[in-house]
């Protein structure tokens, strides 16, 4: 049964006068891969943004597990700017915090890693553990929460070792090679226990070798955690393999939707990247 | 097997420092210039830390140690200073009469209680200062962090302004400040109340809470995406860090016996921001370290070059009053040319850590002038 875990409606981010995002519909259910592809620009890691609550929309709705979790309309100097669709459709507005989305069994990882640089590979997976903890800070100074302790170190170490990153946990982050760090940034937001996992550009900065490794390596963890992911990617042999649905954005617009075939054969696609050689492209 | 060795050497630390602790009680006299500077020096040690915590290990930049030590130190004086002697503290312009009355009940309150009042007043002093911090954070620390420096920094200086203006003649003494403030009954009780201040933050820092600070100072938004709520984690460091900032000034009063307006000057700040930077930024052994070699060079070290000196005859010139602060400055600059992330950096001091850099050092020495090894 198809259970849609996450749902954008009419998602339009406005910077200023750059409309980021035009009118953007999507569905991510349950379990699924789906990938979320277009040239550089079109507006992906802006989409990961609203969804995670770092922007506010300008127009839209966010719903997550059928719960209204973010909501905007144009108000205020933007209401004379205002360039996207359906003005007056929505009247609600539903903020939240990125750590409250995150609390919500939402985690990301970042197109441009932002681990903890100066802290180990073990700091930073234990950091994302925080959030679960029941101690206050008193107790947690006092160590009365030796217990709950225990446990984070023990499932933080589980994890390292589940992501093949054992053997470098005491190495400070900035120093791992760039397919380690990758690994330990969706080390660390599986540690928050996510539902739904977004990455934006896992494979960016990857060796062939990595990149292949990352399909089989996907698939696992979304059996291992039970997680549905939502993926922004531009080495296409890895989207076509691995995706079980395709959103294509350009210039903010959904441009096609479908299974990998569907994407691989629409015109639209093929003319929106003819001559933008983004296999490699950052 | 390696950790029971290096606790056995905390042990020996511990025992070593007490025992040198109660050697000058004992020999106080003598050796007053050590006990002044070792006193100052752990004082400051609880504020340098408190400082290292807020912006050492959660990245935020305050400039309010001055008033947030200034809180501490006229509430803990309040506290302290004698009941009978207060209309003479307040000659000038008189007592009000809310401290009036609080001293008189403090007066009839159980002798264990009273045995204990240096302990409740600095811990009072912390709590008034926690909440003026909670006061000026939770309008500041909803924006972004870079404003907390500007807003701590005219805190401090209103702080100072308030407590030396005319209107508070009867709870400060305005310019004449408060005197004949209790003071500790030994240099042990000092660094008993400090090592428990230090060791509470170095606990806080070491708990999960700590690790969510360190997870700001890093790197915010990956912080906010791993559930780490910015606002609650920033005010709670900032206002842990005013508390014992404020501890700090009371057990400066406490040290001082007097106090005033003057002493919490913006320079006090940087005072305390020096100690930091050159025992390293995030380390708290180093803030320790820094707080007590600052110290004893600023007071007793670097004396000599106050004082004229004489080769034969020739009076060499600059030996003068004042010279002393030059060197300093000279010092302080070459530590922070040579060593730019202070003399710890963000390590803590450890046992293998101080085997490793010895045997660096033999092996420095015993390969100089041979070739080089890569
Ligand atoms: N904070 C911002 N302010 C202004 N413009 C922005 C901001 N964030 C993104 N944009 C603009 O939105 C567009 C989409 O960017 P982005 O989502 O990063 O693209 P993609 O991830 O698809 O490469 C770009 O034109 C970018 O300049
Ligand atoms: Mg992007």
Same mark, same amino acid.
């Given at each position: =049964?198809?259970?849609?875990?996450?749902?954008?409606?009419?998602?339009?981010?406005?910077?200023?006068?750059?409309?980021?995002?035009?009118?953007?519909?999507?569905?991510?259910?349950?379990?699924?891969?789906?990938?979320?592809?277009?040239?550089?620009?079109?507006?992906?890691?802006?989409?990961?943004?609203?969804?995670?609550?770092?922007?506010?929309?300008?127009?839209?709705?966010?719903?997550?597990?059928?719960?209204?979790?973010?909501?905007?309309?144009?108000?205020?100097? =933007?209401?004379?700017?205002?360039?996207?669709?359906?003005?007056?459709?929505?009247?609600?507005?539903?903020?939240?915090?990125?750590?409250?989305?995150?609390?919500?069994?939402?985690?990301?990882?970042?197109?441009?890693?932002?681990?903890?640089?100066?802290?180990?590979?073990?700091?930073?997976?234990?950091?994302?553990?925080?959030?679960?903890?029941?101690?206050?800070?008193?107790?947690?100074?006092?160590?009365?929460?030796?217990?709950?302790?225990?446990?984070?170190?023990?499932?933080?170490?589980?994890?390292?070792?589940?992501?093949?990153?054992?053997?470098?946990?005491?190495?400070?982050?900035?120093?791992?090679?760039?397919?380690?760090?990758?690994?330990?940034?969706?080390?660390?937001?599986?540690?928050?226990?996510?539902?739904?996992?977004?990455?934006?550009?896992?494979?960016?900065?990857?060796?062939?070798?990595?990149?292949?490794?990352?399909?089989?390596?996907?698939?696992?963890?979304?059996?291992?955690?039970?997680?549905?992911?939502?993926? *922004?990617?531009?080495?296409?042999?890895?989207?076509?393999? *691995?995706?079980?649905? *395709?959103?294509?954005?350009?210039?903010?617009?959904?441009?096609?939707?479908?299974?990998?075939?569907?994407?691989?054969?629409?015109?639209?696609?093929?003319?929106?990247?003819?001559?933008?050689?983004?296999?490699?492209?950052? | 097997?390696?950790?029971?060795?290096?606790?056995?050497?905390?042990?020996? /630390?511990?025992?070593?420092?007490?025992?040198?602790?109660?050697?000058?009680?004992?020999?106080?006299?003598? +050796?007053?210039?050590? +006990?002044?500077?070792?006193?100052?020096?752990?004082?400051?040690?609880?504020?340098?830390?408190?400082?290292?915590?807020?912006?050492?290990?959660?990245?935020?930049?305050?400039?309010?140690?001055?008033?947030?030590?200034?809180?501490?130190?006229?509430?803990?004086?309040?506290?302290?200073?004698?009941?009978?002697?207060?209309?003479?503290?307040?000659?000038?312009?008189?007592?009000?009469?809310?401290?009036?009355?609080?001293?008189?009940?403090?007066?009839?309150?159980?002798?264990?209680?009273?045995? /204990?009042?240096?302990?409740?007043?600095?811990?009072?002093?912390?709590?008034?200062?926690?909440?003026?911090?909670?006061?000026?954070?939770?309008?500041?620390?909803?924006?972004?962090?870079?404003?907390?420096? #500007?807003?701590?920094?005219?805190?401090?200086?209103?702080?100072?302004?308030?407590?030396?203006?005319?209107?508070?003649?009867? #709870?400060?003494?305005?310019?004449?400040?408060?005197?004949?403030?209790?003071?500790?009954?030994?240099?042990?009780?000092?660094?008993?109340?400090?090592?428990?201040?230090?060791?509470?933050?170095?606990?806080?820092?070491?708990?999960?809470?700590?690790?969510?600070?360190?997870?700001?100072?890093?790197?915010?938004?990956?912080?906010?995406?791993?559930?780490?709520?910015?606002?609650?984690?920033?005010?709670?460091?900032?206002?842990?860090?005013?508390?014992?900032?404020?501890?700090?000034?009371?057990?400066?009063?406490?040290?001082?016996?007097?106090?005033?307006?003057?002493?919490?000057?913006?320079?006090?700040?940087?005072?305390?921001?020096?100690?930091?930077?050159?025992?390293?930024?995030?380390?708290?052994?180093?803030?320790? /370290?820094?707080?007590?070699?600052?110290?004893?060079?600023?007071?007793?070290?670097?004396?000599?070059?106050?004082?004229?000196?004489?080769?034969?005859?020739?009076?060499?010139?600059?030996?003068?009053?004042?010279?002393?602060?030059?060197?300093?400055?000279?010092?302080?600059?070459?530590?922070? /040319?040579?060593?730019?992330?202070?003399?710890?950096?963000?390590?803590?001091?450890?046992?293998?850590?101080?085997?490793?850099?010895?045997?660096?050092?033999?092996?420095?020495?015993?390969?100089?002038?041979?070739?080089? #090894?890569?």
């Amino acid at each position: =049964m198809l259970r849609n875990i996450l749902r954008l409606e009419d998602i339009t981010m406005q910077f200023g006068g750059v409309v980021a995002i035009d009118n953007l519909s999507l569905e991510v259910n349950e379990n699924e891969i789906v990938s979320l592809i277009g040239p550089n620009g079109a507006g992906k890691t802006t989409a990961f943004n609203v969804i995670t609550g770092v922007y506010a929309p300008t127009n839209g709705a966010v719903y997550f597990k059928d719960k209204l979790i973010v909501s905007n309309f144009p108000k205020g100097p =933007m209401k004379k700017i205002y360039a996207g669709q359906n003005n007056g459709k929505y009247t609600t507005t539903i903020k939240k915090t990125p750590d409250q989305i995150t609390k919500l069994n939402v985690a990301r990882t970042f197109q441009n890693i932002r681990l903890f640089k100066e802290l180990t590979a073990f700091e930073n997976v234990l950091i994302a553990k925080h959030m679960r903890s029941k101690a206050n800070w008193l107790s947690a100074t006092l160590c009365l929460n030796y217990k709950e302790e225990r446990k984070m170190r023990e499932e933080a170490l589980e994890l390292l070792d589940i992501l093949g990153l054992i053997d470098v946990k005491d190495e400070i982050a900035s120093s791992l090679p760039y397919g380690q760090q990758r690994h330990l940034e969706i080390a660390r937001a599986l540690a928050t226990e996510p539902e739904l996992l977004l990455l934006d550009e896992p494979a960016a900065g990857m060796n062939p070798q990595e990149t292949l490794e990352l399909t089989s390596f996907i698939h696992d963890i979304r059996s291992k955690f039970n997680l549905t992911v939502l993926m *922004i990617e531009h080495h296409m042999d890895l989207v076509m393999e *691995i995706s079980d649905r *395709i959103y294509v954005l350009d210039f903010g617009k959904l441009i096609a939707s479908g299974v990998p075939e569907e994407i691989q054969n629409n015109q639209t696609v093929i003319d929106a990247y003819l001559g933008v050689p983004d296999d490699d492209e950052e | 097997m390696k950790t029971s060795k290096n606790l056995i050497y905390s042990l020996i /630390l511990a025992v070593v420092t007490l025992a040198l602790l109660f050697f000058l009680e004992v020999n106080k006299a003598k +050796y007053g210039m050590a +006990y002044t500077v070792l006193t100052k020096g752990i004082i400051l040690a609880v504020v340098a830390v408190s400082m290292n915590l807020v912006t050492g290990f959660t990245g935020l930049f305050s400039l309010g140690q001055a008033g947030f030590m200034a809180i501490g130190a006229y509430v803990t004086a309040i506290f302290l200073i004698p009941t009978n002697s207060i209309e003479e503290v307040y000659y000038m312009s008189g007592v009000s009469p809310a401290i009036l009355t609080f001293k008189t009940w403090l007066e009839s309150t159980p002798l264990w209680f009273q045995s /204990l009042l240096p302990y409740i007043a600095l811990t009072a002093g912390g709590l008034v200062a926690a909440l003026f911090a909670a006061l000026i954070g939770i309008p500041v620390l909803r924006l972004k962090s870079d404003y907390l420096a #500007i807003a701590t920094l005219g805190f401090s200086e209103i702080m100072r302004a308030i407590i030396s203006s005319p209107q508070m003649d009867t #709870i400060t003494n305005g310019s004449y400040g408060l005197k004949k403030i209790q003071g500790f009954s030994s240099l042990i009780q000092v660094f008993l109340i400090a090592a428990v201040c230090i060791t509470f933050m170095i606990l806080l820092i070491r708990s999960t809470y700590g690790r969510a600070f360190k997870a700001i100072r890093e790197d915010e938004i990956a912080a906010e995406a791993m559930g780490i709520n910015l606002f609650k984690h920033k005010s709670l460091s900032f206002i842990i860090g005013s508390f014992f900032a404020a501890v700090s000034g009371g057990m400066l009063a406490m040290f001082m016996r007097s106090i005033d307006a003057k002493t919490f000057t913006v320079s006090l700040t940087y005072d305390i921001l020096l100690i930091v930077v050159v025992g390293g930024i995030g380390s708290i052994t180093g803030s320790i /370290l820094s707080s007590l070699l600052v110290t004893a060079s600023k007071e007793w070290w670097l004396r000599f070059f106050d004082s004229p000196l004489y080769i034969g005859s020739f009076q060499v010139p600059l030996f003068k009053t004042g010279f002393r602060m030059v060197i300093f400055s000279v010092v302080l600059l070459l530590i922070v /040319l040579f060593y730019q992330r202070g003399l710890m950096g963000r390590n803590e001091f450890s046992w293998d850590g101080l085997a490793k850099a010895f045997n660096k050092l033999k092996s420095k020495s015993s390969n100089k002038g041979g070739s080089k #090894i890569a």
